[in-house]
């Protein structure tokens, strides 16, 4: 049965990696928050990624550690069982994969310690060893670990029926995927309202949101996402000359540069409307992609952040895997060329013509006039 908490009611859940790996971490913690609603939940994650806070009211508070420190130092691991020893926290949950997860969980010396199943020594250490599979969409992935606090013999026999058994487990009868949830700010939606309707220079066309930026770190370690400049500059003049459409260019602090190359590219005459600088907080980008009707972009972030929003994506794969990052939905289109499947980290960058990416969006667009632009997509 799901394991009780009797005196701290804290909860730590664990998750390290990009604002993208946090949005569908979402899932997880709205089951944790279903079954423990009276619980305080604590996030930690990255330094970078801390701004997930301002598009959930899942969490009660976060803590943050840099694991992509280097080099990482053996004080910097006792630090981290600190923090979770110093929380008093009755259960944790970690999204990490590797044995060392499974000892820091134990020496943090919560009651119930949740994770991948990384091993005998796992299996030892952790109350619910929870079996990894990478080949499916990374929120249900991630979710795995939430289905695992019911334990094993109520997902091998069916007569057992707790008070409480997470969504995953659940028959659907629409079948709907699992998909993350955001919660934007009332301000920022507010913000952005002003801001579309003091730029609009083509009333009543659709918004098409155009996010260009993938994350730095990822071009550090070599996983080019982008698509190029070229490309960009004249996909915008094929929405400029539909008057169906209003371009609207969004980037963030490490996208400056393509921003400024996209727009010096671009006809004197163009009728972009760029929200560079108005956006001021990950809240404020949330707040515009819902805004909008189409978000156009490369595996990132932002990609992740309009899927939570409900919002239909056309996203441009490279390197990376749609099946892993992208939940399968009508109304969310990747889009690769087909001599780049399957996906290698040996491709370099987006390989799609224009074209491709113009008629996507067109084709889009006619669906959701058709379906009256509702997406159905949570449980």
């Not at 550690?65 to 006792?78: E, H």
Request: overall charge neutral.
């Amino acid at each position: 049965m799901i394991p009780t908490l009797h005196k701290t009611n804290k909860i730590l859940a664990i998750n390290f990696g990009g604002i993208g790996d946090e949005v569908l971490f979402l899932p997880t913690l709205k089951t944790l928050r279903k079954a423990y609603p009276k619980a305080h939940i604590t996030l930690m994650l990255e330094p970078r990624s801390r701004s997930i806070e301002q598009i959930t009211d899942l969490i009660d508070d976060t803590v943050t550690f840099d694991i992509k420190k280097r080099p990482l130092y053996l004080a910097d691991i006792v630090e981290v069982v600190h923090l979770i020893q110093d929380g008093e926290y009755e259960l944790v949950l970690s999204s990490g994969s590797s044995m060392m997860v499974s000892i820091l969980l134990y020496l943090g010396g919560s009651n119930w310690r949740v994770g991948y199943d990384s091993g005998p020594l796992s299996r030892l250490l952790l109350t619910h060893p929870v079996k990894l599979n990478r080949e499916q969409y990374a929120a249900d992935m991630y979710h795995d670990l939430a289905a695992g606090l019911v334990g094993d013999s109520i997902r091998t026999h069916g007569s057992v029926e707790p008070a409480w058994k997470p969504a995953a487990l659940a028959v659907l009868e629409n079948g709907a995927p699992l998909i993350p949830e955001i919660h934007i700010p009332a301000d920022s939606i507010t913000r952005m309202e002003d801001f579309l309707r003091s730029t609009d220079t083509k009333g009543g066309a659709s918004k098409i949101l155009l996010h260009p930026g993938t994350s730095r770190l990822a071009v550090e370690k070599g996983i080019i996402k982008t698509w190029e400049i070229n490309d960009w500059i004249a996909f915008i003049n094929m929405l400029n000359g539909d008057p169906e459409c209003q371009p609207i260019l969004a980037g963030g602090p490490d996208d400056v540069e393509i921003i400024k190359e996209i727009q010096a590219g671009l006809p004197a005459h163009s009728r972009l409307i760029s929200s560079a600088g108005k956006t001021k907080s990950l809240a404020d980008l949330a707040a515009l992609t819902k805004l909008c009707d189409v978000l156009v972009c490369v595996d990132s972030a932002p990609m992740h952040i309009a899927v939570g929003a409900q919002k239909p994506v056309v996203a441009m794969f490279g390197p990376t895997d749609e099946a892993k990052l992208l939940p399968k939905h009508p109304h969310f289109k990747a889009l690769r060329a087909s001599t780049a499947s399957p996906p290698t980290l040996a491709v370099r960058g987006v390989q799609l013509p224009p074209d491709t990416v113009y008629q996507s969006v067109k084709c889009l667009l006619k669906e959701l006039k058709d379906q009256g632009s509702s997406l159905a997509l949570h449980r």
